[in-house]
């Protein structure tokens, strides 16, 4: 349990900051998603997504339930960082960089309205019309357009697991 | 594999695709809960993969780390739950 905090404790803050109206709902949060981690260890599965894909996705499903119960606005402020101090923190912190930055990779491949729409949903929690607005995009192609992001994304993340598996086959 | 099993699978990628991002009203869920008792070995968390890979993207060098507090109060429930 405290390896877990210790090493996906900033990720999973850094998350519940991001789509949290504030400091008091994202600290509940935060509980409420470690306490379901533990619960559902046991599935997870590390050929399907990693550690930290898993956490970030129980986080992220935690979050927007309670911002859909809520249905609130949320806050897009980025997150500050922060240096690191601790050598151990810093070795866990460059695992999740290297993770971070590999999902960035994949990021760059896609169309960058798909890119755009995306990012704008997932990461800023906005909803259709918002970044219909924000982008003057049909509503309708903002759909398509993450639709098509997500279906690339999944394309070019099983590519790349094939490609491990073959690298893995003596 | 038939047409119809891949426009079945079609299908449910967009609605596993809409759910991740905007959500699905409840006639899509009805649909996508109808669609995926036709096919249950489907991955139905492919798309959530996909969303929390995209949040990893966005994480920065170094976030902040969890409030030394927040972790003793997590640890507490954790002990209780």
Redesign the interface.
């Known amino acids: ?2 390896e877990c ?1 210790q090493k996906y ?7 519940a ?2 789509l949290c109206p504030n400091h008091a709902d994202a ?1 509940d949060a ?2 409420e998603v ?2 379901e981690v ?2 559902h260890a046991g599935r997870f599965d590390p050929q ?2 990693s550690e ?3 956490i ?2 129980i986080a ?2 935690r979050l ?1 339930d309670r911002f ?1 119960r809520r249905s609130r606005q949320l806050d897009t402020a980025s ?6 101090e601790s050598t151990s ?1 810093h070795e866990e ?1 460059t695992e ?2 290297e ?2 930055a590999r ?2 990779e ?2 760059q491949q896609l169309r960058p309205e798909q890119q755009q729409v ?2 704008l ?3 800023h929690g906005l ?2 019309s918002e970044i219909a607005e924000a982008t003057n995009l049909p509503l309708g192609t903002v ?1 398509t357009h ?2 098509r992001g ?2 690339r ?2 394309e070019l ?1 099983g590519a790349d697991q094939v490609e491990t598996t073959k690298g893995d086959t003596p | 594999m038939s047409d119809r099993w891949q426009s079945c699978e079609a299908r449910i ?2 609605l596993l ?2 759910q ?4 699905l009203s409840a006639d899509e869920q009805e649909e996508l809960r109808a669609l995926l008792a036709i096919m249950p070995d489907f ?1 139905r ?23 030394p507090s ?2 003793q ?3 507490a ?2 002990f209780h ?1």
């Open positions: 349990m405290d905090l404790g900033g990720l999973v803050w850094s998350i900051r991001k600290e935060v509980q470690f306490i533990w619960r399907v997504a930290a894909t898993y970030t996705m992220r499903r927007i859909r997150i500050q960082e922060e240096m690191v923190r912190q999740i960089e993770e971070a999902a960035r994949y990021m995306l990012e949903s997932i990461t909803s259709q759909k993450a639709r997500l279906m994304l999944r993340l | 990628l967009e695709a809409d991740a991002t905007f959500g991955d968390d492919c798309m959530h993969r996909m969303a929390a890979t995209i949040h990893l993207a966005s994480v920065g060098k170094a976030p902040e780390p969890l409030p927040l972790q109060r997590i640890r429930r954790a739950a």
